[in-house]
């Protein structure tokens, strides 16, 4: 708030304006006001208030600054007056206007540079200053002088209007300036600069506020390396300047380098720029190889282009061998900014030359002593083949069948490509034949794989490429010496028997006919004689054996051998190798010599080693020598028996039985003969089949007896081989021998082969339950327990039990259901019903429901669950029923529903019409209910009855309604006329209803003919009673005696209703304390108490279920019944006609 002394001064300072405005004081008397208005408001009170009012102008425009006049809440005003407020509390009036008189004055910093416009219409004043400079950045508060103070003036109409105007000044310089400060225009071009060099040049801008932001730009990107300096002065006004440092590449040549500066003062930024001109080295070198082949003696010309140079390239050549560089030429042209140098070089090929390389510089890389551009080429000259000369021709002796090699050795270009042709004697080698072979792709090596008579000869060679072929030059000459080839031959060629004692000639010949200085024969690869004849035995020329009488070595022919008296031993493949001058010849093919003889000798195995009753087992048969040929079938023997259609050195048999046992032998043979009996000792094996403990006959899971039998007789039977033995157990303890009430009797029984049965152990044992401690009696809970017979177990496997749990059969006994009783409204969920009952075998339920209406209902199952809520017709008696084959028990449970009452209004008219008796008809539970009368809707007084006599002449409309523990009933109207009319009334209505039962009649016997025809199965199982224990039972006797009936599986969700006979309709009256209660007729009642309602909401439901007679429980019956509530209101309709 305004302080004590501000407010006084502000009343006395709007006192003296009114003076002064009516005596028109002088301008000396305003000066003084201005100073007063100095120290009456200062600018900094109103800041810390408020924000003041920020403008930004730019110096040479003009700017506004307002002023808003407060005439509905300070009245009207004298004067506006405009302060400028400097640092160090300098305040400065700088425009003045008196509203009155209509002058205005601009003073001080703003002399001659301000106006004015006053609006009326929106009460604000707009001062305008122009052109603005730098200098009139400041606080300006807006002060109003109003006339009079009142009741409405506050604070506010004290309060300046505060601007805070920025003003900001444009660049007044934009220079780019090379490293040595030098200046340069817009647009110049600078350079040249050698490429690799570093420019810097230096960008200054300056004269305005802000100080500007100064950027370097390569086309559009930002230059981001660069240094940046700024100097600011006390105004807020200073330069700014930044340099780049550019490595100068072939890409910045032409490149134009833009500076630009930026600040708030400028709609768009200031730009300046320069162009760089550069020197660059030779961007590429490349070489134009000459096209084609070159050919030697011909002429090459190969070029070389030098690229992107400036200044334009020089190219120089190199080569090994040098060339001569007189047919030389070369050209220059321009392309874009850069030269290109073309140098094209001619000379003649010799095929000498390897290598050829071109160069190309220019001053720039003289200038940094750089690598000159390169590119090189292989000068490749072509000629053909020329082959090696030899001093004097190669001679080679070599052994029949060895291998050699021969090189013809070549120049050529190209060498890929070359083929050599050799020859044999002056005529191309066939390749095709037989020893002849390439080992190089060009055919230069020549591979004899066995040198024979045929390779002997001169061998020259010869070369060819795409450019010519070389002249034939002979290489070198072979001579071979041939070692033997020898072929054997068997006499006779046919197999031989050695029972014949025959003798067999080898024979081992020379292919040429020659005779050998020794043999060597083999038997199946091993040496089996060395035969030799001396050398002096043939003439040297023709190799004729010298024949002399004393000479006996010389009669000896090695190549000759004779087998006496063949034996198996003999039997095998026979080979020879002949010897001559040249050596050992080749090994000759063998022949087989093939002796037959019978089989010797037979091993029997038998898998597996114990043969157990029906698992696989299998005899092998293995001949010691199987002869030749070899035995491929075998004769087996069974007890002596030979079996028939087995002749395989395997047999199996896939299930040892009883007649598997005995001796088997068996005899392997071949062509030659049967293996003789003395070689077959080991050729036998007995078999025994064994069986672990297996039952043949063993006891039931379960043994049953009913209470009252006396005697049991458990029996068990147990194969097994080797021998086993029986012990019984009653409740897991062995049953001595000398027990009282036990007798055990064993039979042991041989095998048998005709039943397929080994050694087999009977045990049988008896009991007379007479006899059974302490009373003779069988008793469930204390007799019911298990037997089991136990096997010994034998060496093939561990011993049999079988076990048997026994009962004592007992009918259904302590039957219990929960809950009980139940009370529960309509609408809600009854507790689960749930009936458990001791049986043994165990009982079989099923729940019977009984209604008021009398219908009869089924489901199995112990436990009756209601899925939906409960309805009136519902209520009634649920009879579970346990039932197995030693008998059946029942029990009922009670379910009432409570429910509001249903009222109906009856109108009774006697003595000829004059006596009008109102009957009120309820139908609810619990019955006890409470009657209200109604005359014109206006309860009549002590009318509580369930009927109400209409007084004489009380025409109108009448009601009833009825109220019980659970509600009360819709109240039921009825309209009472002339007693006479309505006598006439009723008897129409008595031939109407007359009419429409007769209707109702015979659609219900088409009705009915047609469920008998579709439903007939309900006909063949009436529905019978019988009275249990006090209760009344529903039963279903079938008509067919053969069938039976079960309880139905556990899967029936729902009870299915069955009628036994029509119950008319009847209505229960509710009986109240009341003298005028004595007319109500009671409702009818089943033998059990119960009334019978029939007004049950009948449902539409169509269901087959199966139901228990209790007499025949094995009798299985189906039954459907289709309920409408139309089939019910057409039966109410014929009780009530």
């Known amino acids: 708030m305004t302080s004590l002394p501000n407010l006084l001064l502000s009343s006395c300072s709007l006192a003296l304006a009114c003076l002064l405005l009516l005596l028109n004081l002088s301008p000396a008397t305003n000066a003084a006001n201005n100073a007063y208005s100095e120290h009456r408001h200062p600018v900094i009170q109103q800041l810390q208030r408020s924000p003041p009012l920020n403008i930004t102008a730019v110096t040479g425009i003009s700017v506004d600054l307002r002023c808003k006049v407060k005439l509905h809440e300070c009245g009207n005003f004298y004067s506006i007056e405009w302060y400028r407020h400097l640092p160090g509390n300098v305040n400065e009036r700088v425009y003045v206007y008196r509203h009155h008189s209509g002058n205005a004055k601009s003073e001080g910093s703003w002399e001659n540079r301000a106006r004015h416009v006053y609006n009326a219409k929106r009460h ?60 340069v225009d817009e647009h110049t071009v600078i350079g040249p600069y050698n490429e690799g060099s570093l420019l810097v040049l230096r960008c200054s801008a300056g004269g305005g506020r802000p100080i500007p932001e100064v950027t370097w730009w390569n086309g559009t990107q930002e230059i981001s390396n660069s240094w940046h300096w700024r100097v600011e002065h006390e105004n807020g006004t200073g330069n700014a300047k930044s340099e780049i440092n550019v490595m100068l590449n072939r890409f910045n ?58 200044p334009a390239a020089y190219i120089y050549w190199n080569s090994e061998p040098e060339l001569d560089l007189n047919d030389m030429h070369e050209e220059i042209s321009q392309t874009g900014q850069t030269f290109e140098t073309l140098n094209r070089l001619s000379f003649p090929a010799e095929r000498k030359l390897t290598s050829l390389s071109c160069f190309a510089s220019n001053s720039v890389l003289d200038d940094k002593k750089g690598l000159h551009l390169k590119q090189d080429t292989t000068i490749n000259v072509k000629f053909a083949p020329e082959i090696e000369s030899r001093s004097s021709v190669n001679l ?84 071979v010496e041939e070692k033997p080839q020898v072929v054997l031959t068997v006499e006779p060629d046919h197999p031989v028997s050695e029972l014949l004692n025959a003798n067999v000639t080898l024979k081992c010949q020379s292919e040429r006919g020659e005779q050998f200085l020794a043999v060597k024969w083999y038997l199946d690869g091993e040496l089996l004689k060395h035969v030799e004849r001396p050398l002096e035995c043939f003439v040297n020329e023709t190799n004729e054996v010298i024949e002399t009488a004393d000479n006996t070595k010389c009669q000896m022919d090695p190549s000759k051998i004779i087998l006496v008296n063949v034996r198996r031993t003999f039997h095998g493949n026979y080979s020879c190798r002949g010897r001559n001058r040249a050596g050992w010849g080749g090994m000759s093919s063998a022949r087989q010599l093939q002796v037959m003889y019978p089989p010797t000798g037979a091993r029997m195995t038998q898998k ?14 293995v001949p010691v020598d199987p002869g030749f040929p070899s035995a491929d079938r075998v004769k087996w023997y069974h007890n002596g028996q030979e079996i028939k259609g087995q ?72 194969e097994c081989d080797p021998h086993c033995s029986i ?79 026994f009962r004592v059969h007992f009918p259904p006994r302590n039957i219990t259901l929960t809950p009980r009783n139940q009370i529960i409204s309509e609408g809600t969920h009854p507790s689960t019903l749930q009936c458990q009952s001791d049986a043994f075998p165990p009982a079989k339920f099923f729940w019977t429901f009984r209604g008021d209406s009398g219908d009869v209902r089924t489901r199995a199952g112990p436990i009756l669950d209601f899925r939906h809520p409960i309805t009136r017709d519902q209520a009634g008696y649920y009879t579970c029923v346990a039932v197995n084959d030693m008998g059946k028990l029942n029990d009922t449970v009670k379910i009432d529903v409570i ?34 009368w109604y005359y014109e809707d206006v309860p009549i007084p002590h009318a509580n009855a369930d009927h109400y006599t209409v007084p004489n002449g009380a025409l109108g409309s009448y009601a009833c309604s009825a109220q019980n523990m659970a509600g009360m009933c819709e109240r039921i109207g009825i309209k009472v006329g002339d007693p006479a009319a309505l006598l006439v009334a009723e008897s129409d209505y008595t031939i109407v209803a007359f009419g429409v039962g007769v209707v109702v009649v015979l659609f219900i016997v088409i009705l009915v003919g047609i469920l008998v025809c579709r439903h007939h199965s309900v006909g063949k199982y009436p529905l019978q009673r019988s009275r249990t224990n006090g209760e009344v039972n529903h039963q279903i006797v079938p008509n067919d005696s053969k069938g039976g009936v079960e309880p139905p599986g556990n899967g029936v969700s729902m009870f299915t209703t069955t009628k036994t006979h029509l119950v008319p309709n009847h209505v229960t009256f509710a009986t109240v304390n009341s003298p005028s209660s004595s007319g109500s007729r009671r409702g009818s009642r089943l033998s059990n108490g119960h009334s019978v309602n029939g007004n049950s909401n009948i449902g539409t439901l169509t269901k087959t279920r199966k139901l228990i007679d209790p007499k025949s429980p094995t009798i299985e019956v189906q039954f459907d019944e289709i309920q409408s509530e139309s089939a019910a209101g057409l039966l109410n309709g014929l009780s009530r006609t």
């Open 608 to 621: 597996p080693s114990i043969v157990i009753k029906g698992r696989p087992f299998q005899l092998s048969c």
């Open 253 to 310: 040549q032409g490149r134009r380098l833009v500076c630009s500066a930026n600040s708030s003062a400028l709609d768009q930024a200031m730009r300046t720029s320069v162009v760089v001109d550069m020197n660059l080295a030779p961007e590429t070198l490349t070489m134009v190889p000459p096209t084609g082949p070159i050919v030697e003696g011909g002429r090459v010309t190969v070029t070389c282009i030098a690229r992107g140079a400036k």
């Open 899 to 932: 429910y509001r009452p249903t009222c109906r209004l009856r109108k009774d008219i006697t003595d000829n019409g004059q006596l009008i008796t109102l009957k009120c008809m309820v139908q609810s539970y619990p019955s006890n209910v409470t009657y209200y």
């Open 124 to 183: 604000a004043m707009r001062v305008s200053l122009y052109p603005t400079q730098l200098q009139d950045e400041a606080f300006y508060s807006c002060e109003i002088t109003y006339e009079v103070d009142g009741p409405w003036f506050n604070d506010t109409c004290l309060t300046p209007q505060v601007t805070r105007l920025k003003v900001l000044g444009k660049p007044k310089f934009l220079a780019i300036a090379l490293e040595n400060g030098t200046n």
């Open 727 to 805: 012990v019984w157990f009653h409740n897991n303890k062995p049953i001595p021998d000398n027990a009282t009430h036990f007798q055990v009797r064993f039979h042991t029984h041989a095998p048998n082969p005709s039943t397929n049965t080994l050694l087999k152990v009977e045990s049988i044992l008896e009991t007379d339950f007479r006899k059974w401690p302490p009373d003779g009696i069988l008793r469930p809970a204390r007799d019911n327990g298990n037997f089991s017979c136990r096997s010994s177990p034998n060496e093939v496997g561990a011993g049999v039990a079988s076990h048997t749990q």
């Open 396 to 479: 080679l002796e070599s052994v029949h069948g060895e291998e050699i090699s021969l090189v013809c050795r070549y120049h050529a270009n190209p060498m890929l490509g070359t083929k050599v042709t050799w020859f044999l004697n002056g005529e191309p080698i066939d390749y095709e034949l037989r020893g002849f072979a390439h080992e190089s792709e060009d055919n230069s090596v020549l591979k004899i794989t066995e040198v024979d008579k045929s390779a002997q000869g001169s061998y020259s060679c010869s070369a060819r490429n795409e450019i010519g072929h070389s002249k034939r030059v002979e290489q070198a000459t072979v001579l």
């Open 647 to 718: 002749e395989g050195f395997l047999i199996g048999i896939k299930e040892a039985k009883a007649h598997s046992a005995g001796n088997y032998t068996c005899k392997p043979f071949n062509q030659v003969g049967i293996a003789a009996e003395v070689d077959i000792k080991e050729a036998s094996a007995n078999i025994e089949v064994h069986i672990a403990p297996k039952f043949l006959r063993n006891l039931k899971p379960i043994t049953g007896a009913p209470i009252d039998k006396r005697y049991l007789r458990l029996v068990c039977e147990v």
